[in-house]
């Protein structure tokens, strides 16, 4: 009797699991900002949470006037190509990309008092972009409608105000739709008040749902964004250069420079800011200046071109431009990125003038660099002829000097070279310096 109701609690016990487990998964994405890298970015992760948790609908809430284009079609694309239902809740405002990103969802929900459309594309100083992004954006719009659904030809007049669809949107007009419009033409299913409203309608009364948060390396990866912070990264970057060339051998700055080089790179590159050319011109522009240093010394074409990479590198990592392509980032962005670089590089030179004698006077600096002069009272020398000096002595080029060779002086034979000139086999020399491995000499 005891086994029976053992067995009977097991079972009772795993179709409770199984019940729980069969529960529907909801999981809520919300994109309240503007359309850029960082929303891009959002929703590929958030995309990649739902398949990780095996979530059966997904509810993409908006509340935008738009954004970039570029990242509005990254996150259509993936939402076509997303097999689970996506449901988007308009929760007062999905405009531009924002409708968009709407229509590329399966369901369209709006709260009272929404609106969706207005899709025309401008810059960021309000005027309307050029025909290619009109044609582009009508383009896909047509497409994502067809692809859904959706009257393809609505879906173009929120882009297109020639296009005159009688009573509904006239010509001269850019078609935008209040919720009760929307549910009339088809572009939306109901208007809702809640995510309960939402699933209910969708015939899914009892479910879990789960809101999609950034992770603590996601927050960190923003925090890396803020300007502020850029600014330091330059500043470490370059005085983490300039103090490697003034200690060689030491190391630690030259890690830092490379740490904030890492730090400052890789948040834009995920954020889909920074471009691989952008990295590779970063990269020439820091060759072209070692090559000026080590190789040619002086300030010429190469470190010219040198800090112009690295410069318009720093800057055009933190703006989403499309190559040389400006039209859809803003003055005040183009602003903040030059004042960043530009404090970064001022404060490093700061630090060089007025914290490098610090740091090379500081304890902690004294243990990681070598301190000690070898100075002559002490007994070091730099010659290597330590028994006699040959300064001054005579002999004669054993082999041509052009402007090395060998010379012999009373016998013996020495390496030897000469100021630039060449001297003939068996002139006549004159020793005049013998600091080193080998003397120096004149012609006699």
């Given at each position: 009797?005891?086994?029976?109701?053992?067995?009977?609690?097991?079972?009772?016990?795993?179709?409770?699991?199984?019940?729980?487990?069969?529960?529907?998964?909801?999981?809520?994405?919300?994109?309240?900002?503007?359309?850029?890298?960082?929303?891009?970015?959002?929703?590929?992760?958030?995309?990649?949470?739902?398949?990780?948790?095996?979530?059966?609908?997904?509810?993409?809430?908006?509340?935008?006037?738009?954004?970039?284009?570029?990242?509005?079609?990254?996150?259509?694309?993936?939402?076509?190509?997303?097999?689970?239902?996506?449901?988007?809740?308009?929760?007062?405002?999905?405009?531009s990309?924002?409708?968009?990103?709407?229509?590329?969802?399966?369901?369209?929900?709006?709260?009272?008092?929404?609106?969706?459309?207005?899709?025309?594309?401008?810059?960021?100083?309000?005027?309307?972009?050029?025909?290619?992004?009109?044609?582009?954006?009508?383009?896909?719009?047509?497409?994502?409608?067809?692809?859904?659904?959706?009257?393809?030809?609505?879906?173009?007049?929120?882009?297109?105000?020639?296009?005159?669809?009688d009573?509904?949107?006239?010509?001269?007009?850019?078609?935008?739709?209040?919720?009760?419009?929307?549910?009339?033409?088809?572009?939306?299913?109901?208007?809702?008040?809640?995510i309960?409203d939402i699933?209910?309608r969708?015939?899914?009364?009892?479910?879990?749902?789960?809101?999609?948060?950034?992770?603590?390396?996601?927050?960190?990866?923003?925090?890396?964004?803020?300007?502020?912070?850029?600014?330091?990264?330059?500043?470490?970057?370059?005085?983490?250069?300039?103090?490697?060339?003034?200690?060689?051998?030491?190391?630690?700055?030259?890690?830092?420079?490379?740490?904030?080089?890492?730090?400052?790179?890789?948040?834009?590159?995920?954020n889909?800011?920074?471009?691989?050319?952008?990295?590779?011109?970063?990269?020439?522009?820091?060759?072209?200046?070692?090559?000026?240093?080590?190789?040619?010394?002086?300030?010429?074409?190469?470190?010219?071109?040198?800090?112009?990479?690295?410069?318009?590198?720093?800057?055009?990592?933190m703006?989403?431009n499309d190559?040389?392509?400006?039209?859809?980032?803003?003055?005040?962005q183009?602003?903040i990125?030059?004042?960043?670089v530009?404090?970064?590089?001022?404060g490093?030179?700061?630090?060089?003038?007025?914290?490098?004698?610090?740091?090379?006077?500081?304890?902690?600096?004294?243990?990681?660099?070598l301190?000690?002069?070898?100075?002559?009272?002490?007994?070091?020398?730099?010659?290597?002829?330590?028994?006699?000096?040959?300064?001054?002595?005579?002999?004669?080029?054993?082999?041509?000097?052009r402007?090395?060779?060998?010379?012999?002086?009373?016998?013996?034979?020495?390496?030897?070279?000469?100021?630039?000139?060449?001297?003939?086999?068996g002139?006549?020399?004159?020793?005049?310096?013998?600091?080193?491995?080998?003397?120096k000499?004149?012609?006699?």
């Amino acid at each position: 009797m005891r086994k029976l109701f053992t067995l009977g609690a097991i079972l009772i016990t795993g179709l409770l699991f199984a019940q729980e487990r069969e529960k529907p998964l909801v999981l809520h994405l919300k994109i309240s900002d503007v359309i850029d890298p960082r929303t891009n970015r959002y929703s590929e992760l958030g995309l990649e949470k739902a398949e990780e948790l095996n979530a059966d609908y997904i509810i993409l809430e908006l509340d935008t006037y738009g954004g970039a284009l570029n990242d509005a079609d990254d996150i259509r694309t993936r939402i076509l190509n997303y097999e689970k239902p996506i449901f988007a809740y308009i929760n007062k405002d999905a405009a531009s990309a924002g409708a968009l990103i709407s229509i590329a969802c399966d369901s369209i929900y709006m709260a009272k008092g929404s609106s969706i459309g207005a899709a025309t594309v401008v810059t960021q100083d309000g005027a309307a972009a050029p025909d290619k992004y009109q044609s582009y954006m009508r383009s896909i719009m047509r497409s994502t409608a067809e692809a859904k659904g959706r009257n393809p030809r609505m879906a173009e007049a929120m882009v297109d105000e020639d296009i005159d669809l009688d009573s509904i949107a006239t010509e001269g007009k850019i078609l935008t739709l209040s919720t009760s419009e929307a549910i009339k033409y088809g572009f939306c299913e109901a208007e809702v008040n809640s995510i309960d409203d939402i699933m209910n309608r969708a015939g899914v009364e009892d479910y879990d749902i789960q809101e999609f948060q950034l992770g603590a390396t996601e927050k960190i990866i923003s925090l890396f964004l803020n300007p502020f912070v850029s600014g330091i990264l330059i500043l470490i970057i370059i005085g983490g250069i300039y103090f490697e060339l003034q200690t060689p051998g030491v190391g630690f700055p030259i890690l830092a420079s490379l740490i904030a080089v890492i730090l400052y790179f890789v948040p834009n590159y995920l954020n889909g800011l920074a471009e691989n050319w952008e990295i590779i011109m970063f990269v020439v522009g820091i060759l072209l200046i070692a090559l000026e240093v080590f190789v040619i010394p002086g300030f010429g074409l190469p470190g010219i071109l040198g800090l112009i990479c690295t410069i318009g590198a720093l800057v055009l990592v933190m703006l989403n431009n499309d190559v040389f392509d400006f039209s859809f980032v803003g003055g005040d962005q183009i602003f903040i990125s030059v004042i960043t670089v530009i404090a970064g590089m001022l404060g490093a030179i700061v630090v060089m003038f007025f914290g490098g004698a610090r740091l090379l006077n500081s304890n902690v600096f004294k243990r990681i660099a070598l301190q000690d002069v070898q100075d002559t009272e002490q007994g070091f020398t730099s010659t290597f002829y330590k028994e006699k000096s040959l300064i001054g002595k005579k002999g004669k080029a054993y082999t041509r000097l052009r402007p090395s060779g060998r010379i012999e002086i009373d016998g013996e034979i020495y390496d030897a070279f000469t100021r630039g000139n060449f001297i003939d086999e068996g002139v006549k020399i004159e020793v005049i310096s013998d600091e080193g491995t080998s003397l120096k000499v004149k012609e006699a």
